[in-house]
């Protein structure tokens, strides 16, 4: 179905006057809707597999050091340090300008901005494969974390505006999974292509095939006006409370569940005897299963469950903690928990995605809210695995159960005050 334009609708932030009456509009391409208008009668799922894989390859370049750090760190001559800030630099920038990138993509649009990030990280891929030192590497980290933020922020406000209402939690709650599958896929093939092609073979492939994705994203996406951003107000600090509050949730779940596969290996190594080989393979796979955890809740919604009611499914995390760092606890008990909180990790997080345009005051907040909540699991992801290390550090690993327990009861404490938001119509896109 073609869209018909409507008169003076633009993407958010742009400061063009409306169209004079009898203008003419450039189309765009069918599928498309944006905020002011309905929601297109089918949704474009070919468009929205583009997006999520521009998100699969920002997340695989964000996992990109994990199979190659040890080489990395021994040509460069990197401490243990350097290397995890190098590791950890892309998050950090997300912790510290989620929420300005969010203003950002509004701005400039959702399609030029996600066009924009990942040419950012193909091109600061690029120039660490020609880095000597340690200030090289760290420098194009921040330039690729600029560009993970706008790619993170301008992808699922792409898919919102993409699917149609039935639709959407479905949508992005697969979105949900793309850091799962993006690290997941890196971790894989870079343990194999890095050893047949060095580190900076590596590093290189992966900035060419994220330059490749930028290019498809280009091609495919809609232009004219589907590059311009969408018509509505500014959204002031009052309608971005509910946002704040997924934030919250999300921060919070990210604290407690990612430092839990983080920390994996060294726990199956130090407690359970495990080789490195072996933790890192067992690793890989229960991280992975954090992407079944988000389609678990596309699923679940499309069949009308009430977000109060899957916010409750967080606190399964609990139990599974006790059953990683029990006093008692077996290898198998460990890999269990460690399965079931993957797989909390990759539910929560989707379930945030998923109910953000449900809390919105309009559609065409999309933006800014995905900025609060990109900001809030970014300083989540960047602060847990530090802390939980000083816990593991001081009183050892059992005494990761209360916090566990009291971040994730927090957590779902606030989702659960979301969902009566969530519950009531939908947000206005007038």
């Not at 997300?94 to 990138?101: E, T």
């Not at 701005?107 to 950012?120: D, K, Q």
């Not at 690029?126 to 706008?150: K, N, P």
Request: proline share 7%; charged share 10%; net charge neutral.
């Amino acid at each position: 179905m073609n869209r018909q334009p409507t008169p003076g609708a633009s993407e958010p932030g742009t400061s063009e006057p409306d169209s004079e009456p009898g203008a003419s509009e450039p189309d765009s391409e069918p599928g498309i809707s944006e905020p002011g208008e309905k929601s297109p009668q089918r949704t474009p799922w070919v468009l929205i597999a583009i997006v999520y894989l521009g998100g699969v390859a920002a997340a695989m370049s964000l996992g990109k050091f994990a199979s190659v750090g040890p080489a990395v760190a021994g040509e460069l001559g990197l401490s243990l340090s350097e290397l995890g800030w190098v590791i950890s630099a892309v998050v950090g920038v997300g912790a510290a300008v989620g929420l300005p990138a969010g203003y950002l993509v509004r701005r400039f649009g959702t399609e030029r901005s996600l066009i924009t990030g990942l040419v950012l990280i193909a091109a600061a891929s690029a120039a660490s494969v020609w880095a000597g030192d340690f200030g090289w590497l760290l420098a194009a980290r921040g330039v690729e974390g600029t560009g993970y933020v706008l790619v993170t922020i301008a992808c699922p406000a792409l898919i919102l505006r993409l699917a149609n209402e039935r639709d959407r939690g479905t949508a992005l709650s697969i979105w949900a999974t793309f850091v799962a599958v993006g690290i997941g896929v890196s971790t894989l093939g870079g343990g194999v292509l890095g050893s047949a092609l060095g580190w900076r073979g590596w590093i290189g492939l992966i900035a060419a095939l994220t330059l490749a994705m930028a290019l498809v994203v280009w091609v495919r996406l809609p232009r004219g006006s589907g590059r311009q951003a969408a018509a509505g107000p500014v959204p002031r600090a009052g309608a971005l409370k509910w946002p704040a509050a997924l934030a919250v949730a999300f921060c919070l779940g990210a604290l407690v569940t990612i430092p839990v596969i983080v920390l994996l290996p060294t726990l199956l190594i130090e407690e359970y005897g495990r080789t490195a080989t072996a933790a890192g393979a067992v690793t890989s796979v229960i991280s992975l299963l954090s992407a079944l955890g988000g389609l678990a809740v596309g699923v679940l919604l499309r069949r009308g469950t009430p977000v109060r009611v899957l916010a409750l499914v967080g606190l399964l995390t609990v139990p599974a903690a006790w059953l990683m760092y029990g006093g008692a606890a077996s290898l198998t008990a460990a890999q269990v928990g460690a399965a079931i909180i993957s797989m909390e990790n990759g539910f929560l997080g989707a379930l945030v995605f998923a109910a953000l345009p449900m809390v919105l005051d309009r559609l065409d907040h999309a933006d800014v809210g995905n900025g609060v909540v990109a900001q809030a699991g970014s300083l989540g992801s960047l602060l847990g695995p530090p802390m939980f290390g000083l816990v593991v550090a001081g009183p050892g690993f059992q005494a990761l159960v209360p916090v566990i327990a009291v971040g994730m009861v927090a957590a779902v404490g606030a989702l659960l005050l979301v969902g009566g938001r969530a519950a009531r119509p939908s947000p206005s896109t007038d």
